[in-house]
């Protein structure tokens, strides 16, 4: 088991009348490996729960682990430093800093967990070119296609070996061949390094391909 949650709720508003129960008793286990969508349509509480799953809110009851830690106690710096640590993510605006490179914003996750700079070298390389893009290491983002840039997000979010990569709506911007590429290359990295990928997304072509699909509506796993 890689990440647990019980009896999870979110609820937004302070009084009655203005109150919105996002998330309601959710239960959910994530094993290592997994592969998994979570999918349902607007305001059924899919961007809640890897909200929560991110650590970026806490749940108003209920429990989280990873790898058996509460982080739902953690402090605020506490749950940054973990998402450094165990988690990557990937956009569906890729969310790539326009002045610097593809290199450069591969390294940026090495950086923040205070590496040297030799190491941050190595590793933002081997990224870039796992996923087939180390041709474009000096480009800057306004210089590659969609496909290119989300390449660049994948490798920024796996450069760091994490447990857990949290994807919304990674293929959505993307042409059918260069989304099958991107769903193939996710499949490569999950099955070779046990890399497990939560995906939040309305897209068929890659529900097609998960091994897992957790359906929500209306703040409930149905």
């Keep these: 088991m890689l990440v647990d949650l019980k009896n999870v709720s979110k609820v937004y508003g302070e009084t009655q009348e203005t109150q919105t129960h996002a998330l309601k008793t959710v239960n959910l286990t994530i094993n290592k490996g997994d592969f998994m969508a979570i999918i349902g349509p607007s305001g059924s509480g899919k961007t809640t729960l890897l909200n929560c799953l991110a650590g970026l809110i806490t749940p108003t009851t ?7 830690k509460r982080i739902d106690q953690l402090s605020l710096e506490e749950r940054t430093e973990h998402r450094l640590t165990n988690m990557g993510f ?34 933002s390389l081997k990224a870039l070119d796992e996923v087939g893009i180390l041709h474009l290491k000096d480009r800057f ?29 990674p293929t959505a911007n993307l042409d059918s061949k260069t989304a099958q590429e991107v769903i193939d290359l996710f499949l490569s990295l999950n099955e070779k390094h046990q ?28």
């Design 90 to 123: 990937v956009f569906q605006d890729y969310q790539l800093l326009p002045v610097l490179t593809a290199k450069e914003n591969v390294e940026l996750p090495l950086q923040l967990k205070g590496m040297d700079q030799k190491t941050i070298n190595e590793l």
């Design 195 to 222: 890399i497990t990928f939560i995906f939040s997304t309305h897209d068929q072509r890659l529900m097609d391909h998960v091994k897992k699909i957790v359906k929500m509506q209306d703040g409930v796993i149905l």
């Design 141 to 169: 983002p306004k210089e590659m296609s969609g496909g290119q840039q989300q390449r660049v997000s994948i490798a920024r979010s796996v450069v760091s070996r994490p447990s857990l990569v949290l994807a919304d709506e």
């Design 62 to 68: 209920g429990e989280i682990l990873f790898k058996d």
